[in-house]
């Protein structure tokens, strides 16, 4: 393998404690191994208020969200393995989440980093042979192996992998030995 690149939100980053935040229950409101994101008795009743509630908390909201337990283990992983790597994802239709997840990667990792962070929600024009996108949502890993890259599923409550969700690192070092 020659290039990896890591999704931001799951792997990275604690979305779901930023949801929590804005939502007080979402968390125990997921399903193991359903990925989406409304949940009625949460107070989200569809996709469209979902993302107006977080686009209405601004790029704080992003900015603030905070690192998963494992993220310096992740890095110095993927570091040993490759210089080739970054940090690829997918940003909401509002402003503020390219503002918020620029200045996440400044606080939270810093400035040299900047340059490694690619926001789109077409993770699949990365695709090719030689690189690997570790995501925790499914669909994106589908559809960037369909294109011709290598994927490896994170594990996160919202799919498949939830049973490996405490332990994330073990699971990947299986893999990327």
Not at 147 to 175: C, K, Q, W
């Amino acid at each position: 393998m020659q290039r990896i690149l890591l999704d931001m939100d799951g792997p990275l980053v604690d979305f779901d404690a930023g949801c929590e935040r804005l939502w007080p229950g979402y968390t125990a409101q997921r399903e193991p191994g359903v990925w989406k994101g409304y949940y009625p008795r949460a107070g989200i009743h569809d996709q469209t208020s979902f993302w107006k509630d977080i686009n209405k908390s601004g790029s704080e909201w992003w900015a603030n969200l905070p690192q998963q337990p494992w993220m310096q283990e992740l890095f110095r992983l993927v570091n040993k393995l490759t210089t080739d790597w970054y940090i690829l994802s997918s940003p909401s239709s509002d402003d503020s989440s390219y503002i918020g997840k620029r200045e996440w990667i400044r606080r939270n990792l810093n400035e040299f980093y900047l340059d490694k962070l690619i926001l789109t929600p077409h993770k699949s024009l990365f695709a090719a042979k030689g690189a690997l996108l570790i995501d925790d949502r499914e669909e994106t890993t589908a559809k960037f192996q369909a294109a011709g890259g290598e994927a490896i599923v994170f594990p996160h409550i919202g799919n498949s992998l939830h049973h490996e969700r405490h332990d994330p690192m073990t699971y990947l070092r299986t893999l990327l030995h």
